[in-house]
């Protein structure tokens, strides 16, 4: 299965918005509420911000916040802080594997 | 609190196999499903398959089918990944993921992930 398509790079400034898009098919991001996403730092494990669309983790800041629309999921972190920069990643569950997309290098400048 | 320890590096040659495994602690091993995810340098996040620790089960990613098995020890807490036949494609950080598949489908705990460098 071929891996969803994200922006390779967004940038934003302290405070500011960003929205990051990850887009697939009706036979994943689209068929299923199991969209997720991660937050990877250099050298560091992912980890989990957001699962079912839309949910959070105990513990993750509602600063990050997902939504979809037909195929296309988003990721949006509000309010920016300099230990966002990091790369993040979507994921969906397919009712058989899991795909994920292809990353997106977040800069805050 | 929830753990995920996974075995040391590995350096191994092509034609060659590894087993990498991940030791689980802080949570009832049996409820919840084991991911395994690698990522080449520089590279993304890619899904290779997953292990229901409660009765042996496991699927694969298309990519490594008959490459990998997935295999588990309750009385250890503990999940296997092996590759066999490694290529220097195969040079990555593996990591498992727990996965609350009773609640949603996603990989809520990391490991801190295993480089495994394939070379001659």
């Known amino acids: 299965q071929s891996a969803l398509t994200q922006p390779a790079s967004v940038s934003g400034s302290p405070g500011q918005s960003i929205t990051i898009s990850c887009t697939g098919t009706k036979s994943d991001v689209g068929g299923y509420k199991s969209v997720s996403w991660y937050q990877q730092h250099p050298g560091e494990a992912p980890k989990l911000l957001i699962y079912?669309?839309?949910d959070w983790p105990s513990g993750v800041s509602r600063r990050f916040s997902g939504s979809r629309s037909g195929n296309t999921a988003s990721l949006t972190i509000s309010g920016l802080q300099t230990e966002d920069e990091a790369d993040y990643y979507c994921?969906?569950?397919?009712?058989?594997?899991?795909?994920f997309g292809t990353g997106t290098r977040l800069t805050v400048l | 609190q929830v753990q995920m320890v996974q075995s040391g590096a590995e350096v191994k040659r092509p034609g060659a196999s590894v087993k990498v495994s991940c030791k689980a602690s802080?949570?009832?091993?049996?409820?919840?499903?084991i991911n395994w995810v690698r990522q080449a340098t520089g590279q993304g996040l890619e899904w290779m398959g997953w292990m229901i620790p409660k009765g042996g089960d496991s699927g694969y990613a298309q990519n490594f089918l008959g490459r990998v098995t997935l295999t588990r020890d309750t009385s250890r807490s503990t999940a296997y990944m092996e590759l066999s036949d490694l290529r220097s494609e195969d040079t990555a950080v593996y990591y498992c993921?727990?996965?609350?598949?009773?609640?949603?489908?996603?990989?809520?705990?990391w490991g801190q992930g295993t480089t495994v460098t394939v070379s001659s």
């Open positions: 994921c969906s569950y397919n009712g058989l594997t899991y795909v």
């Open positions: 802080g949570y009832t091993f049996t409820n919840y499903d």
């Open positions: 993921a727990r996965g609350p598949h009773s609640s949603y489908y996603a990989m809520d705990v």
């Open positions: 079912d669309v839309n």
